[in-house]
Every structure is written in structure tokens, then in C-alpha cells.
């Protein structure tokens, strides 16, 4: 009785959820000629129509590849840099492990737009500006602060004994990181692999700031470009060019959200 | 905090542990921390982004008697407060409750679907839903609860409550697979242990699992404190701080003195105490936890 | 270390996999680009930027008929949102990351940063074009600061009635002549249960328009006066505007404040919107609709006042020439030849909106028949209220109009004008400090 109270209640709640989704679905599918204010049910099975019109407006397959390559450098770059400092400030013989703690997790702190004016002039000063490098670059260093914050709380759960570490040499404390606390964090690593990689694949306010050409530009401005506001290009197109730069990123999680369920050790 | 503690480290060991610390701090310190600096250094100056002059504490004296910065300070207190009680407490509830049941993929596909939505598709669709000819009311009207029908976006509080909704199907999914990590490390062992105590339902949830999620709760609740203080992108999307400036939150008053009214310096100073409130906040808050976590 | 936390065999496979990964990564990172578009224009062209990448293909066009006049096209950059290209603008005008040519607003948001320097003297090719008489020497002044012209009219669009010809037959009504014959349209149209006027700008600085439209409608040299900071907000004349404002919603004659412009193209095809005061750059998004003269019309609004001189807003983007950009010399011989009756005959083609040059004209009928009731009309121009008066100003003061049109009450107007004052005070000191 009480699963069964639990199972309508989970229904409901997925429902509930999938409302607004539904509404951008059908919405992304009515013609854009017809369209006169949102929608509730299918009149139309323009989505291609949509999708074309979007690609057609912006370059938005040069821009998904941009993304791609940003998304998944920087949270690469940040996951791996953020577990070394993690294992470091956690593992190793560090003095005042808890200072540096802090100026790492300070980046994530910062209001983000402020960064903005005087990044913009570092980046035309070293030339990074409009590079793909610089945008990866900026991506990984906005990503470390989370990873790093998730990883090491992570390995503070690990038990004890296996902090409690000999001197070790070097080649010691790197074998150690690879074969004990880099597996043990795989969890979080991905986690914060798959957070970072959205939140670069999200990003605008970067994308229109760094960079400026279509073969660095990133998704978001891209799409950006169909809903400025002298664009008459109307909300069905730009819902079904959202969805299709929505795909990867739903793909990615469903995908995941297997690794997560399988891990689970929790049913009995 | 380490085995080696109160007798020196070697040499060699501070060396190697100073590499692996070096690549984070590096990229952060250049690219956050330093434009931080020098945002800090910019709120002594009359500044329009094309010529400075030094004011010193000008702008932060105007500040504390400005009436939107106080509105937007009131505005962002409810965000915090809002943040933390829906989308992490709905996150844990439902990463614990689709856990073992049949429907809980269903249930954990729908949540997190949003998370990967767009900004674009997010603020498209939230005004569909909220807008007074929109879907909200129309589903108020079609339940026959004409009398809640309202301008959702057009009177405060009720467009911040309606946004810190908006948000919470959005982020809630975040939150949850954060919690669903969390649980994926509690030890089978633990669990089965504390079931052969008899412990079942609500008991061994609150006696056994929860406990064991602290650090993954510590990661969510640190993580939210941050993001609602620093909440900008679906106000900007829905509302743009509006009508007027009711709606504002720090980070929208600071982006609009900096880059609607190009003052750069009064902006820099918005920053500046709104980096300070987030970084007080973090830190009363983790103080205690990184303290323990030993 | 107990056994459950022992590394597997796998472990060792899985590092190798992690490891080549890693080296995927680099090896992608190591293929990174730079922008095509960041410095200088390949060849003889100068660059521009916008913040409008819908307009990318008329850049394009113009560029080609300037190319044959000039020796100079034009390769475009576009930042898709306003206040992010605002933004950039400043950043860059001090950076080589600067390009030749910048679209800008014309009035006082073009003095705002024209005085710092970073733009150049346009006064001969505004001599030059009015003497050929392709634009009218009045227009100079809302391009100058301190005497000196330093941008030229991008497009010059009027602030008229869009209406749905579908709602006004269903209802007999014809387009009407007189102020009340206006407000008697509008009812009429709302008692045929049809949107009289749909009025966005709860959120959007879209909440100025019927502001300076019956500010104008009652007195136009009061309009200009208030906006070069000379009249008072408090004014009777302003009072009486936010009055007949109130009045017109507690009429019932606009739509919910929340109104978004894109539906209105669909909406008047349906006959369900009547009315929509607009500029007339929105005719473009009509035309996209698959809209024509069959299904909606243009026309000017009458006076409110029938003793006022008529008056129509106007507004022009702009076009600067930067004075760091990498070919300056080139840019001001392009912008020379920018108002020339057959670059701007593409350009009104591709815009579907009006030119400073009034030899052009876009091939929708709507447009070209309001153009015509403009020049039988001549009536005054004025300038939009987003360029007529500080921007720091304007700003605040568009959120305090939006504040109202969500809450339109007497006594909200009365605190509206109060505040709007209040700021204006502020602000003028600000700006000629």
C-alpha cells in the first residue's frame, strides 16, 4: 500500500515535471507562420521546418562543435587539475591545507560578471581573445573551483588509514593518486565532469564576450542570434533549435544517469 | 589533518604536494581572482569605461543609502532562503524516493530533463508559463481557480516567488544526482547493518542514510548558498530586474549599474560587497564543516 | 587498508583508458582555432559590428554596391545582445580588437561616448551628403556632439499604428483622423472582443513608447523641452499624458503589459489584436510572417491635442567610424558613399524600413504608403526617447515607466512622474560634470 502511495506520488511528481518540457516540445513543433502564442496540443509538424530555418539563420553546427570541443576540454582540464589538488590538499603533507582550500574555492565565489570588462581586456592584450584556447582556458578555470570542491569533500569520506600515509617519494605519491584515490573519486569526477560540461555547454555570457567569429563562438550565442530582439524569427524556431542544442547534453545524462543507477548499492 | 602532522614534512614531499596544488591555483588565480582584484581596485574610481577618476569611498557611501540596492539585498535574502528549503530539499527527497521503486527512472528522467535545457529555451518557456495570458493561468482557469489567476512577473513578491519556482524545476535535478553520487558511496554493509537492527522506512533514513550523506550534503548545500546569492540568469531572462528595479538581485543591480548605466566603479563596488556577503556566508557555513570533516 | 577499498585489476586498464583520453584531449586542444573575424578584414575590406546578426546578408548587400563605389566592402561581426555589444564597444574601442566600422545610437547615447574620443569627425561626409542630397541637413544634429557630426543615419523609422485589416473589416471600422476618432476605433474594437491596442513593456524598454507618444500628441515642443532637460516631469502637460495613459487602461484599451511584439504578426492575421504603436522597422517581422498590405496597415497617429503642431517620433540607428580601427581612412570613404541613393536602395530592400534617404524605399506597401503620409504631413520629428536624454537617465526612467504599466493607477503616475524627476535631477548634473 504504501509503495503504491509512493509509486502514484513519484508519477505524479514526473508529470508535474514534464509539463513545462511538453509545452516547449509542441510549442518547437508549430509552424512558424501559424504561430499565435504559446500552444497546448500538435496543429503542426513543422519541426524540421524549424530546425532548418534556425541553421539556415546562424551557423549552428560549427557552433555545436565549438561547444563540444570547450565543454569537453575545459571540464577534462578542470576534473583532472581539481582531483590533483584535492588528493594534495587532502592526501599530502600540505601546511595550511585549509588556506588553500579557500583560494581555490574563492574562484566560484566571484559574481561572474564582473570578470567580464577586465578579462576582456587581458584577453585582447595576450591575444587570446576570440582563440579557441582562451575559451577553453577561461571554461576550465571557471569549472576547477566546483570539481575541486566536490572531489575533495569526496575524499574526505575515503577511510583513515588510507590517508595515513608513509613518506613517500614522488613516483609514491603519484602511484598512490592513480591507483587508490583517483578510482575512489570516480564517482564525484564524473559528476563534476558532467556539471561542468553543462554549465560550459550553457554558457552566454562568455561566449558573446571572448569571442566573436563564427569558428569560436560557442552554442549559446549562436542561438543568441535568433532570439536578439530585432530577430522576427519567432519563439517556435528558437525552441526547436534550443532542443536540438539540448540533445547532446540530455544524451550525456541519460547515459550517466545508468553509471549512477548501476553504482547505487543502496536497494537491497 | 594529515599522519605527518607536527613533525616537519620533507622537503621532497612539500615539493611534489606543491606541483599537484600548483595547475588549480594557477587558473584560478589568473583568471578569477586577479580581474577580481582588480574589480576591487576599480570601486575607488568615477569610472564611465572610457576615462577614471578616484572617488575612494564614494561609492560605497552611496551604496547603503540607495533604495534598489536594499531592495535587491531583501530580494536576494529570498532567493537564499527559497534555494535552499525547495530545490535541495526536493533533490534529497526524490534521489531517496525514486531509489527502489519501479517508477524512480521515470520519475529521475523527467527531473533532470530541464537541468539540460537551454537558457534560451528556459526563458521562452517561462514566459509562456507566467505571462497573464499564459499557461499558469490558463490551467488556473481551466481548474476553475479563476480567483488565483494573476500578473505572475508584474508585482513583487510574487515574480520573485514565481522565478525561485521556475528555478526549482530546473536545478532540482542538479541537486538530486548530486545526492544520488551521495549515496553511491554509503557502504552495502552500512545499509544491511542497520536493516538487521529492524530499521526500516523514515528510521533508516534518518539513522543511517542521512548521516552517511553529510559530505555530499555539504558539497549541495555549499554549492546552492553560492549559486542563490549569486542568482542572475533567470531573472535577467524573465524579468530583467523588473517592473521598475522590484525584481533585482545583487548580481543584476551590479551588471546594471556596470553595463546598462556604464558605471563601472559603482558596479565594482556592487561586486565587491556582494563578493563579501557570498564569501562571509560560505565561510560561517563551511568553517564548522571543514573543521570536522578531520 | 581494508580489502573493499583495495584497487581491482580493472583499475589498471581503466587509468590506461583515463590516461588516453587525456592525450585525445590534447590532441583536440592542440587543433584550437583562432577567430577568422578578429583582426583586420582580409583584402580591401573594412569590418563593421552590430548587434543585430539578422541583418548580416543586407550588410552584405550594401557592401557589395560599396565595394563598386569605393573599392571597400564590408565583412560583418554582430554580438546578438544589446547590452553585451554595448559592453564590447567600450572594451574594445581603446584595443587593436576594435573594427572599422560600429553601429551605435544616434542622440545622446552617441555623445556619451563620441566625447571620450574614440570616434571620428564625420563633418565632411555630412557636407558632402547633403549637398547630394541624400539626407536632410536637420537630421545633423542628433548625430553631433559639440557641433561635430560623428556617425551617419543607419535606417530612420517612424513610431505609427500597425493594424490588423482583417479585425477592422470584420468590425467596419475604418483608420481614423481624429484623437477620438482614434480612442472610438480602439473601442469599438474591444467591444468586438478583439485586443484594442497590444502594449508590451512590464519588462522591456518598451514601456517609453506610449510615453513619449502622447507627450508628444499634446505638445511637442513640451517633448522636446522635457528631454533636453529644460521642462519638468512634474509639468502639467506631463501629468496630463500619464492621466489620459491611466485613462486609456481603465478603458480597457490595451492589452496585458506582458504583451509580446513577435505574436502580433499571427495575432492580427487571426483579427484578434487590433492595434500595435510601434516603430516601423517591426514591419520586417511582418513581412517574414508571410504578412502583406492585405492583412495589415500602417498609419500615423493623430494629435491628441487637434491645436498641437503634428509630430512623429523618429528613430535612426547609427553608423561610426572608430578612430583606433585598423583601416580609418578606408572606413570614412565607405561611410561617404553609405547614404548614396543605390546602396541605400539594397539596403531598404533587404530592411523593409525606411532611410535617412528618402530616394529609397522598401518594396513593402505599408511602409511606402506611411512614407508618403509622412511627407504630406511634415510633421515635426522627434527624437525617440531612448537617444533623447542621458542614458543613465533614460534607463532608470524606462524601468519606472515599465513599473507603471504594470500597476496603472492615478496615484502610480503621480509617484511615476515624482521619481522620474527625482532621477532627471540627478542625472543632468551627472552628465555635464
Known amino acids: 500500500m504504501a509503495r503504491r502511495l509512493r509509486n502514484a506520488l513519484l508519477v505524479a511528481v514526473a508529470l508535474l515535471w514534464l509539463l513545462p518540457t511538453y509545452l516547449v516540445v509542441v510549442n518547437a513543433f508549430t509552424a512558424a507562420d501559424e504561430y499565435v502564442g504559446p500552444r497546448w496540443w500538435f496543429t503542426s509538424f513543422a519541426l524540421f521546418e524549424n530546425i532548418s530555418t534556425a541553421f539556415a539563420t546562424a551557423d549552428i553546427g560549427q557552433a555545436m562543435w565549438n561547444t563540444f570541443l570547450y565543454s569537453a576540454g575545459s571540464a577534462f582540464i578542470a576534473v583532472v587539475v581539481a582531483a590533483l589538488a584535492s588528493f594534495a590538499v587532502v592526501v599530502m603533507p600540505v601546511r595550511r591545507p585549509v588556506l588553500w582550500f579557500w583560494l581555490i574555492y574563492a574562484g566560484t565565489l566571484l559574481p561572474l560578471q564582473v570578470f567580464l570588462s577586465p578579462l576582456f581586456n587581458a584577453y585582447a592584450v595576450t591575444s587570446l581573445y576570440d582563440t579557441q584556447y582562451g575559451m577553453v582556458l577561461i571554461y576550465a578555470a571557471l569549472a576547477v573551483p566546483f570539481a575541486f570542491f566536490v572531489v575533495r569533500n569526496y575524499l574526505t569520506t575515503a577511510p583513515k588509514e588510507m590517508r595515513e600515509a608513509a613518506q613517500l617519494d614522488g613516483a609514491g605519491w603519484f602511484t598512490m593518486f592513480l591507483r587508490i584515490h583517483l578510482p575512489l573519486a570516480r564517482g564525484a569526477m564524473v559528476a563534476a565532469f558532467l556539471f561542468q560540461f553543462l554549465a560550459t555547454w550553457n554558457d552566454l555570457l562568455f561566449g558573446i564576450t571572448l569571442s566573436t567569429s563564427p569558428n569560436v563562438r560557442p552554442l549559446m550565442a549562436a542561438l543568441a542570434e535568433l532570439n536578439g530582439q530585432y530577430s522576427g524569427l519567432g519563439p517556435p524556431v528558437i525552441l526547436a533549435a534550443g532542443l536540438v542544442a539540448s540533445i547532446p547534453t540530455v544524451v550525456l545524462f541519460l547515459s550517466f544517469q545508468r553509471f549512477f543507477v548501476n553504482a547505487l548499492r543502496l536497494t537491497p | 589533518m594529515v599522519a605527518v602532522t607536527g613533525r616537519a614534512a620533507p622537503w621532497a614531499a612539500r615539493t611534489w604536494a606543491a606541483l599537484f596544488i600548483a595547475p588549480a591555483v594557477a587558473l584560478v588565480g589568473a583568471l578569477l581572482v586577479l580581474p577580481f582584484l582588480f574589480t576591487v581596485y576599480r570601486s575607488f574610481f568615477s569610472d564611465d569605461g572610457l576615462s577614471r577618476s578616484w572617488v575612494g569611498l564614494d561609492n560605497y557611501a552611496t551604496l547603503v543609502t540607495d533604495e534598489s540596492f536594499l531592495r535587491s539585498l531583501l530580494n536576494t535574502g529570498i532567493w537564499t532562503v527559497g534555494t535552499l528549503l525547495l530545490p535541495v530539499l526536493l533533490g534529497l527527497v526524490i534521489a531517496v524516493a525514486t531509489n527502489s521503486s519501479g517508477w524512480g527512472r521515470f520519475t529521475r528522467f523527467a527531473v533532470v530533463l530541464p537541468y539540460a535545457l537551454s537558457g534560451s529555451v528556459t526563458a521562452i518557456l517561462w514566459n509562456f508559463m507566467l505571462q497573464t495570458d499564459g499557461g499558469v493561468n490558463e490551467i488556473l482557469g481551466l481548474l476553475g481557480l479563476s480567483s488565483l489567476e494573476q500578473p505572475w512577473l508584474l508585482e513583487w513578491p510574487t515574480n520573485t516567488f514565481a522565478m525561485i519556482l521556475a528555478t526549482t524545476w530546473q536545478a532540482t535535478g542538479a541537486n538530486m544526482i548530486l545526492f544520488l553520487v551521495g549515496l553511491q558511496a554509503i557502504p552495502t554493509e552500512t545499509i544491511e547493518a542497520g536493516r538487521l537492527d529492524g530499521a526500516g522506512g523514515f528510521r533508516l533514513l534518518r539513522e543511517v542514510i542521512l548521516p552517511q550523506l553529510k559530505p555530499i550534503s555539504i558539497v549541495v548545500i555549499g554549492i546552492s548558498l553560492v549559486g542563490s546569492l549569486k542568482t542572475f540568469d533567470i531573472v535577467w531572462l524573465l524579468t530583467r530586474g523588473g517592473p521598475g528595479t522590484a525584481s533585482e538581485t545583487l548580481a543584476l543591480t551590479m551588471y546594471r549599474q556596470t553595463f546598462t548605466l556604464s558605471r563601472y566603479g559603482y558596479g565594482a563596488a556592487v561586486a565587491v560587497v556582494l563578493t563579501v556577503i557570498v564569501l562571509a556566508a560560505s565561510w560561517i557555513y563551511l568553517r564548522r564543516q571543514l573543521r570536522s570533516d578531520d | ?433
Open chain 3, 1 to 433: 587498508m581494508s580489502a573493499k577499498t583495495l584497487p581491482r585489476a580493472m583499475v589498471d586498464r581503466r587509468t590506461v583508458l583515463r590516461l588516453g583520453a587525456g592525450l585525445g584531449a590534447a590532441a583536440v586542444l592542440s587543433s584550437c582555432a583562432r577567430g577568422t573575424l578578429t583582426r583586420a578584414a582580409s583584402g580591401a575590406d573594412v569590418t563593421l559590428t552590430n548587434d543585430n546578426p539578422t541583418w548580416a546578408s543586407g550588410f552584405e548587400s550594401i557592401g557589395k554596391v560599396l565595394r563598386e563605389r569605393t573599392g571597400h566592402g564590408v565583412s560583418v561581426r554582430a554580438v546578438p545582445d544589446v547590452s553585451g555589444y554595448q559592453q564590447l564597444v567600450r572594451m574594445s574601442a581603446r584595443t587593436d580588437s576594435t573594427t572599422d566600422l560600429v553601429k551605435w545610437w544616434n542622440g545622446y547615447r552617441l555623445r556619451d561616448i563620441a566625447r571620450s574620443g574614440i570616434f571620428a569627425d564625420l563633418s565632411t561626409v555630412w557636407d558632402d551628403a547633403e549637398r547630394r542630397g541624400w539626407v536632410s541637413p536637420a537630421a545633423r544634429e542628433s548625430f553631433s556632439h559639440d557641433g561635430r557630426p560623428y556617425a551617419i543615419p543607419l535606417y530612420q523609422s517612424y513610431y505609427a499604428i500597425f493594424y490588423s485589416k482583417p479585425a477592422f473589416e470584420r468590425l467596419g471600422l475604418t483608420v481614423p483622423s481624429t484623437w477620438d476618432e482614434f480612442i472610438a476605433t480602439a473601442e469599438a474594437l474591444r467591444d468586438g472582443g478583439v485586443v484594442p491596442i497590444g502594449s508590451g513593456g512590464a519588462t522591456t524598454w518598451e514601456s517609453l513608447i506610449w510615453f513619449q507618444q502622447l507627450v508628444n500628441g499634446l505638445d511637442p515642443e513640451f517633448y522636446r523641452a522635457l528631454t533636453e532637460g529644460e521642462a519638468s516631469y512634474t509639468d502639467d502637460t506631463a501629468q496630463e499624458a500619464m492621466a489620459l495613459w491611466t485613462d486609456m487602461y481603465d478603458r480597457g484599451l490595451f492589452s496585458p503589459p506582458d504583451f509580446a511584439v513577435q505574436e502580433a504578426p499571427g495575432r492580427f492575421a487571426e483579427g484578434t489584436v487590433g492595434m500595435n504603436l510601434y516603430g516601423t522597422w517591426q514591419a520586417a517581422s511582418y513581412v517574414q510572417a508571410g504578412l502583406d498590405e492585405e492583412t495589415f496597415g500602417l498609419f500615423l497617429l493623430p494629435a491628441v491635442n487637434p491645436g498641437a503642431p503634428a509630430a512623429v517620433v523618429t528613430e535612426s540607428g547609427a553608423l561610426a567610424v572608430s578612430e583606433n580601427g585598423h583601416k580609418r581612412s578606408e572606413a570614412l570613404a565607405v561611410a561617404g558613399d553609405w547614404l548614396s541613393t543605390d546602396a541605400q536602395q539594397v539596403w531598404v530592400d533587404f530592411l523593409n524600413d525606411l532611410s535617412a534617404n528618402t530616394a529609397a524605399l522598401p518594396p513593402v506597401q505599408p511602409v511606402r504608403d506611411l512614407a508618403r503620409q509622412v511627407e504630406e504631413a511634415r510633421p515635426i520629428l522627434a527624437t525617440r526617447y531612448w537617444e533623447a536624454s542621458p542614458p543613465a537617465l533614460i534607463e532608470g526612467n524606462v524601468q519606472e515607466l515599465s513599473a507603471f504599466m504594470a500597476n496603472p493607477t492615478a496615484a502610480s503616475a503621480r509617484s511615476t512622474l515624482q521619481r522620474m524627476q527625482e532621477r532627471a535631477d540627478v542625472e543632468w548634473e551627472m552628465w555635464s560634470l
